[in-house]
């Protein structure tokens, strides 16, 4: 098995949600879960944040770039989940993000709807940003001169008539 190639970084900030799925009368304390690559990271449980709670935690996750898994390697899957201190934690609701356009662009932050087989569940709101280990690619518009015509100077200057003034080609007078 060879190794994978490693494309960059990929920084998450899972920074708070809203909405939240709430299965019992008790403010809960929920926790966040981010997964990559077959690397799963998850937030501290916010204590009694019910519904909205806050975390503000960042994570990295290599990206890799697996010839036959790149669609396995461009899903981000995040989801909130209910700490449970006796028990088995309960989901509250995941959302899967692509992260394609954020290697392209190179930043992301939005609210992610998260959803269970119950249907809507809250959103989460991410930050990502990625960070390339290649140079950066050299992103220039196309420019409205031609290579050639770039550093030349013009041929002749021809000045605008005044304004006010209309100039017309000479044409002679209308005999009567």
């Given amino acids: 098995m060879s190794q994978s190639k490693e494309l960059g970084t990929l920084v998450v900030v899972i920074l708070k949600a809203r909405h939240l799925h709430q299965p019992s009368f008790y ?10 690559s077959g690397q799963t990271q998850r937030t501290k449980p916010e204590p009694k944040g ?3 709670p806050v975390w ?3 994570f990295r996750f ?3 770039a697996d010839p036959g898994k790149d669609k396995v ?3 981000l899957e995040v989801s909130c989940w209910k700490d449970e201190p006796r028990a088995e934690d309960k ?25 269970t087989s119950g249907g809507a569940r809250g959103e989460l709101y991410l930050e990502m940003t990625f960070y390339a280990n290649a140079p950066p690619p050299l992103n220039r518009r196309p420019s409205k001169l031609r290579q050639s015509d770039r550093l030349t100077r013009p041929q002749s200057y021809n000045p605008r008539p005044a ?5 017309f080609p000479f044409a002679p007078r209308p005999t009567e």
């Fill in 27 to 36: 403010k809960q304390d929920p926790y966040a879960q981010a997964a990559l």
């Fill in 50 to 52: 019910g519904q909205h």
């Fill in 56 to 58: 503000d935690e960042e």
């Fill in 62 to 64: 290599p990206v890799l």
């Fill in 73 to 75: 390697n461009r899903k």
């Fill in 91 to 115: 989901l509250l609701g995941k959302g899967i993000i692509d992260i394609e356009s954020t290697l392209k662009t190179g930043e992301f932050d939005d609210w992610v709807p998260l959803e």
């Fill in 163 to 167: 304004q006010g003034f209309i100039t």
